[in-house]
């Protein structure tokens, strides 16, 4: 190898740009991780009544692999409720585990949807899947939304019929418990 070609090559290693390979769904994915272990409260900031929730909410990230995120949804001492967030080969998908007291699943349950695009790095939308509409009539235009901002707060969001606000919207403070 010539002097010149080795000047080169060790130049365009040097200089490479780094890979922009990461996705918006990537960059939500690893800031959803960095909060695996972890658990925080908050407050339920819209309630349009139709949820009747009484108490608190709090999470609980419980489980984190590179392909599947559980976290605990509590509201009060209501602690039936878990979201599972999937990474699958076209985006991310939300579904909604709803259990009873004994750990049986709830005739209303594994409910949700996939996201539509890749969103952006703090904010994805999951649009119903025709399992929902087929399991809850009337969900047709259904969508969840997450926003994270790290270290300030994680916001849940749920838009009825294809309104353009929520309906149901809860805040958690990213503090480490």
């Given at each position: 190898?010539?002097?010149?070609?080795?000047?080169?090559?060790i130049?365009?290693?040097?200089?490479a740009?780094?890979?922009?390979?990461?996705t918006?769904?990537?960059?939500f994915?690893?800031?959803?991780?960095?909060?695996c272990?972890h658990s925080?409260?908050g407050?339920?900031t819209?309630?349009?009544?139709k949820?009747?929730?009484e108490?608190l909410?709090?999470i609980?990230?419980?489980?984190?692999s590179?392909?599947?995120m559980?976290?605990?949804?509590?509201?009060?001492?209501?602690?039936s409720?878990?979201w599972i967030?999937?990474r699958?080969?076209s985006?991310?998908?939300?579904k909604h585990?709803?259990r009873h007291?004994d750990?049986s699943?709830d005739?209303?349950t594994?409910?949700?949807?996939?996201?539509?695009?890749?969103?952006?790095p703090?904010?994805q939308?999951?649009d119903?899947?025709?399992?929902?509409v087929n399991?809850?009539p009337g969900?047709d235009k259904h969508?969840?939304?997450?926003?994270i901002?790290?270290g300030?707060?994680l916001?849940?969001?749920?838009?009825r019929g294809?309104?353009?606000?929520?309906?149901f919207?809860v805040e958690?403070?990213?503090?480490v418990?």
């Open positions: 190898m010539t002097k010149g070609l080795f000047v080169l090559l130049a365009t290693v040097l200089f740009e780094e890979p922009t390979s990461l918006p769904q990537d960059h994915w690893k800031a959803f991780q960095a909060l272990g925080y409260e407050q339920i819209i309630d349009n009544g949820n009747k929730l108490g909410p709090r609980e990230v419980q489980h984190c590179e392909r599947e559980r976290i605990l949804f509590q509201i009060g001492d209501d602690r409720r878990t967030l999937t699958t080969g985006g991310l998908r939300l585990d709803h007291a750990g699943p005739k209303i594994n409910y949700g949807g996939d996201t539509y695009d890749v969103g952006q703090t904010r939308e999951f119903v899947d025709q399992e929902t399991l809850i969900t969508q969840w939304v997450f926003e901002h790290a300030k707060v916001a849940y969001e749920l838009y294809g309104a353009s606000k929520p309906g919207r958690l403070a990213l503090s418990d």
